[in-house]
């Protein structure tokens, strides 16, 4: 498992019975999930070495629900991969290695617009009112700042290469993930209408996987990745602290009410999962609404976004040789390497370690420490939190401290982008960045030496426009927000303009108030393909198969 693999000592390898102490003084009842009706990779995620996406349109409808009906009770749920999480995590606690042999396939579902107006109606598909959704990705496309280059991806650049679905398999082992696609391969081409014409068909597949050795959990440009993710709220079971993200702060720890490990914050289902509370936003600790717009049948559902994601490794490499030899004889900047130009820009070291805590070095120990490498904020000084007791080295690493002009970490820098945190933004107060934040669960694909690699992006919401359109266009792409203002994100963000020129601005840590630009001329972030989906409930997908 990916996720156990790369983390730190500490939380992989604690018991979950250290999970079992006293509630939290004045925390609100979180809802019991219905872990059976939901498919897991959003709210549990897969966490897999090797994944596999496979991208079909429906050529006939009533072969698509035959087929559809022979794939439902193999679709994993949250219920299941909470469950081998858990014996995974105990076994490795026994053994002190990833136990060997314990594997699982994962399989899951989602449907574009066009594809649930197939499977069912127009008028049930209308009933999911995000309109970008309905819209399809092709439509958003340049309004997210892409270039037009759509005629040109594999798959999702137009109404006639929408994926209608898209099939999601996940292993910890190849031969198994293998097995798994080329059966979903046979079962695809088996569909077939009356006339026996083909009734799917395939219109990309999509193989990904960890990069290999020492970059395993890392991303094409060398960055671990994954590190920081919401927590959503939410128990598992009947038990009142079986809760679906374990809780690491010791209730008497004064941010026990807001985070589940250091720096990672509970935010309330619906923020990811139709038909739950959604986060308050006056409040980060009370529960919001439960969105009404929905239908009844979009209840325990998530749109997913997926996006093929080509890096330009080379270039942005290069971009950050060059930029550094250029600043270094720049007062604040002298001496500045690559590397560390490249780790301003995402906000972390390739390790993993925030630059919030670290600023001048890497250090890898801190980037192994999953319960310290995510605990900094922007705005206040971070300071060490109480844990609940388990085994392992207190977080002796420096600590981060208030950082509002980005001296530390840039205003431009691509974490602070996404998650500004503690920061007040162009938003009402910081309380409502948690309702901005996704679930990420992507991966790489291909190898370290193909032209053509990148990530596919994955996030799970429960609003594209107000969730991943929202990092994207308002943050992201705008030069001006968050404020405070510092530029563009340069590691993913575009501009639509036709020299596509971006710029991000820099702060030296040394006082001096002037801040530098940086000026990218190219993207290093290309959209190759992609699609926005709605993964259904389970008793939705049973229901559609037997119309
Ligand atoms: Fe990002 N990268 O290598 O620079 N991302 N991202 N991302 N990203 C993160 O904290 C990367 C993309 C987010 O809570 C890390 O897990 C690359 C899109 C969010 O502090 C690294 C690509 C969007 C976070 C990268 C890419 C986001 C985040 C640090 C594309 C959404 C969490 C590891 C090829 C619009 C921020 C970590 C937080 C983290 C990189 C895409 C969003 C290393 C290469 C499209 C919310």
């Known amino acids: 498992m990916a996720s156990f693999a790369s983390r730190a000592r500490r939380v992989a390898d604690a018991p979950l019975s250290t999970q079992s102490g006293s509630p939290v003084l004045g925390a609100p009842p979180e809802p019991e999930l219905d872990v059976h009706d939901i498919q897991g990779n959003g709210l549990g995620g897969f966490n897999k070495d090797y994944q596999c996406f496979l991208f079909l349109r429906i050529l006939d409808a009533k072969a698509a629900r035959t087929w559809l009906a022979r794939v439902v009770p193999r679709i994993s749920t949250l219920a299941e991969i909470v469950a081998f999480n858990r014996l995974f995590r105990s076994l490795r606690v026994r053994q002190g290695i990833d136990p060997p042999g314990v594997s699982a396939t994962w399989l899951n579902i989602a449907f574009s617009y066009r594809g649930i107006a197939q499977f069912t109606s127009e008028e049930l598909a209308q009933q999911l009112q995000d309109p970008s959704f309905q819209a399809g990705l092709f439509n958003i496309s340049t309004s997210l700042g892409d270039p037009e280059n759509r005629a040109s991806w594999k798959f999702g650049g137009s109404e006639d290469t929408d994926a209608h679905i898209m099939l999601m398999i996940a292993s910890d082992d190849p031969a198994h993930l293998t097995f798994a696609a080329d059966r979903a391969d046979s079962e695809i081409k088996e569909a077939v209408s009356s006339s026996g014409s083909p009734g799917l068909e395939v219109i990309w597949r999509q193989p990904s996987a960890t990069l290999p050795g020492d970059l395993r959990g890392h991303e094409h440009f060398g960055f671990k990745d994954g590190i920081s993710q919401p927590a959503p709220r939410g128990r598992v079971s009947s038990g009142a602290l079986d809760f679906l993200v374990p809780r690491w702060l010791d209730p008497s720890d004064p941010d026990a009410l807001l985070f589940a490990e250091p720096g990672r914050a509970l935010v309330w289902p619906g923020q990811f999962v139709i038909g739950w509370q959604r986060q308050n936003l006056n409040d980060p600790v009370e529960p919001g609404t439960i969105d009404s717009d929905s239908p009844n049948w979009a209840k325990n559902g998530s749109y997913v976004v997926f996006r093929r994601l080509q890096q330009k490794v080379d270039a942005f490499h290069t971009f950050l040789k060059q930029e550094a030899q250029r600043l270094s004889k720049i007062a604040g900047f002298d001496n500045i390497s690559g590397g560390r130009l490249g780790s301003m820009l995402v906000g972390r070291w390739p390790s993993g370690a925030p630059i919030m805590r670290v600023p001048d070095h890497d250090d890898l120990a801190l980037g192994r420490d999953d319960l310290a490498s995510n605990n900094f904020k922007y705005a206040a000084d971070t300071r060490t939190p109480k844990l609940i007791p388990i085994d392992g080295p207190d977080d002796s690493f420096p600590q981060a401290t208030a950082d509002f002009e980005g001296r530390r970490c840039p205003l431009a820098g691509h974490i602070r982008k996404v998650n500004p945190r503690d920061q007040d933004t162009d938003l009402r107060s910081p309380i409502e960045t948690l309702s901005k934040l996704i679930l990420r669960r992507g991966i790489p694909y291909g190898s370290t030496t193909d032209a053509d690699r990148g990530l596919c992006f994955v996030s799970y919401q429960s609003s594209i426009i107000s969730q991943f359109e929202f990092l994207t266009k308002t943050w992201v792409d705008d030069s001006d927000r968050p404020r405070p203002a510092g530029g563009l994100?340069?590691?993913?963000?575009?501009?639509?303009?036709?020299?596509?020129?971006?710029?991000?601005?820099?702060?030296?840590?040394?006082?001096?108030?002037?801040?530098?630009?940086?000026?990218?001329?190219?993207?290093?972030?290309?959209?190759?393909?992609?699609?926005?989906?709605?993964?259904?409930?389970?008793?939705?997908?049973?229901?559609?198969?037997?119309?």
Do not use: C, H, K, M
């Not at 006082?511 to 190219?522: R, Y």
């Open 489 to 547: 994100d340069l590691v993913i963000g575009q501009r639509a303009d036709s020299d596509r020129a971006r710029t991000a601005f820099l702060r030296s840590s040394t006082g001096n108030s002037d801040s530098e630009p940086l000026v990218a001329l190219a993207d290093f972030v290309v959209p190759t393909g992609g699609g926005y989906f709605f993964a259904p409930s389970i008793r939705t997908l049973q229901d559609w198969s037997s119309r």
